[in-house]
């Protein structure tokens, strides 16, 4: 069975500090594994996805096999990171993405 | 490119109402799902069309019918509302190669914020 656990589903942190949402995931194969994040009033949207290896908006998330877990980082939070994030899985030959309950990221000034 | 669009924005029904959400979308994806947002609960798949003419269940179906009316559109019907389906409701599409989702990105629409009362 395919399963997305953010174990988190609220995470305040102080401008500046660094931000490490948890997702961790249970799948037999090879995932793709994704984060996507949702703005206050605005439409979910890709953040990265593992197979780019890319920092979007200094975020960064490393596929970790042997933890099964795609930890979503970033060193220095910014107030307009504030968003919920879904950490997201497809399985080998799926059709849908599996999705995770969700974190709610505040962040204070 | 308007990507995914939902109607109507939001809706407040009765308990025992039907109503019918529309989505569409227009970059010729051969997927669409709909999913439903709740506190808690995260993102949860209702019905999913992997391709025009083919509708499968997800995790939450029940209450729920759905109809790919062609490539571009597919809406979601209450049929007889309940309270429990208070909830924001998104649309998403993306594109499937060979009937597989491949790495494209999944496009979601604005959502649709229901209350039943």
């Known amino acids: 069975a395919q399963r997305v656990t953010q174990p988190e589903k609220l995470l305040s942190v102080f401008k500046g500090a660094p931000v490490e949402l948890k997702c961790n995931y249970s799948y037999s194969g090879s995932p793709e594994l994704f984060w996507y994040v949702q703005y206050s009033r605005q439409r979910l949207q890709l953040l990265l996805r593992?197979?780019s290896r890319e920092s979007i908006k200094g975020f960064t998330a490393d596929l970790n096999k042997g933890e099964t877990s795609f930890h979503l980082k970033k060193p220095f939070a910014q107030e307009e990171d504030s968003a919920m994030y879904y950490c997201a899985l497809l399985g080998q030959g799926a059709q849908k993405l599996v999705f995770g309950q969700g974190t709610r990221l505040t962040i204070n000034p | 490119n308007a990507g995914v669009t939902q109607t109507p924005k939001f809706q407040v029904l009765k308990t025992g109402q039907s109503m019918t959400l529309q989505c569409a979308q227009d970059?010729?994806?051969?997927?669409m799902y709909w999913y439903r947002q709740d506190p808690g609960m995260g993102l949860r798949l209702i019905y999913y069309?992997?391709?025009?003419?083919?509708?499968d269940k997800g995790e939450v179906p029940n209450g729920y019918n759905v109809s790919r009316l062609n490539k571009r559109e597919f809406s979601l019907r209450l049929e007889s509302a309940a309270p429990s389906q208070t909830s924001v409701y998104f649309c998403?599409?993306?594109?499937?190669?060979?009937?597989?989702?491949?790495?494209?990105?999944?496009?979601f629409g604005p959502g649709t914020r229901l209350t039943v009362t």
């Open positions: 970059m010729n994806h051969n997927s």
């Open positions: 998403a599409s993306r594109h499937l190669l060979d009937g597989r989702a491949v790495s494209y990105e999944q496009y």
């Open positions: 069309s992997a391709s025009e003419g083919t509708t």
């Open positions: 593992h197979i």
